[in-house]
């Protein structure tokens, strides 16, 4: 049994590394979980892990001849966690047309993938979890331009066949009942959560943890919790799954 998710956004600062970190330490309360820095550009994930001295990054299994998935997957609070690196020079060489060899080999030993994803839909590269993902976690904030630009992640999603899990609105300030509620009328699955803004997210960054681990009584991490319950991953056929990954075309961007 296997189920991947894109955690995507339509443009930066959304909190979308933040939300995939929190959702994969809840549902691996309850599954095998193994997260992914899809995001391959703008590596974020490593830092909330608290993995930026790693040896080893995916930027290093995706170049010709390069490492064994294994040696860039970390155990870290109850997840398998494969980062990337911030090298420059990493990122230029790395090939991302091998993401999806190593996303079917990692779905062989777990029951929940989670990719984080660009935040843009500017590149192949940036599209392709989206394209891989079984479905897709949107993640809002409270405004137009966020809710415009992630209608436009749901949009491409669903025209190459990956689902939408539902909505996480994140970084909430006061009452966003009327924005929510016009959002759910154009967006498919539910408003997984509305997460309040909280400085323990930044406070989570900076001791290197993420939310969960740093403050797991505080209400942002308590709305997460809520959203991974209302996931609830398929069950499926992990071969199949992997096949699909390792055959997926590669989209031009929109």
């Not at 994969?24 to 899809?38: H, I, N, S």
């Not at 779905?107 to 660009?118: F, K, M, N, Y």
Request: with cysteine.
């Amino acid at each position: 049994m296997v189920e991947a998710f894109a955690v995507a956004s339509g443009k930066g600062g959304t909190g979308k590394t933040t939300s995939t970190m929190a959702l994969g330490m809840a549902l691996a309360e309850r599954y095998d979980v193994t997260v992914v820095d899809a995001d391959t550009g703008m590596a974020n994930l490593l830092f909330h892990a608290g993995l930026s001295d790693a040896d080893t990054t995916l930027h290093d299994v995706l170049v010709e001849g390069g490492a064994p998935v294994s040696a860039a997957t970390y155990d870290r609070f109850g997840m398998s966690v494969v980062p990337c690196g911030t090298s420059l020079a990493a990122f230029e060489a790395a090939d991302p047309d091998r993401l999806r060899d190593v996303v079917a080999e990692l779905a062989g030993d777990t029951d929940v993938l989670l990719l984080d994803s660009p935040a843009t839909l500017n590149s192949k590269s940036a599209v392709l979890p989206i394209v891989l993902a079984d479905r897709v976690v949107v993640v809002l904030n409270p405004t137009v331009p966020a809710i415009s630009d992630g209608l436009k992640v749901q949009e491409y999603a669903l025209s190459y066949g990956s689902g939408i899990a539902g909505t996480v609105f994140n970084r909430v300030r006061g009452d966003v009942g009327d924005v929510r509620s016009k959002a759910e009328r154009y967006f498919e699955g539910p408003t997984l959560a509305t997460v309040p803004e909280s400085d323990s997210v930044q406070a989570a960054r900076s001791a290197g943890v993420p939310l969960l681990a740093h403050a797991p009584e505080s209400p942002a991490a308590e709305a997460f919790r809520t959203a991974a319950g209302r996931l609830s991953p398929n069950d499926g056929d992990s071969g199949d799954v992997a096949e699909r990954f390792r055959t997926a075309v590669i989209p031009d961007p929109p």
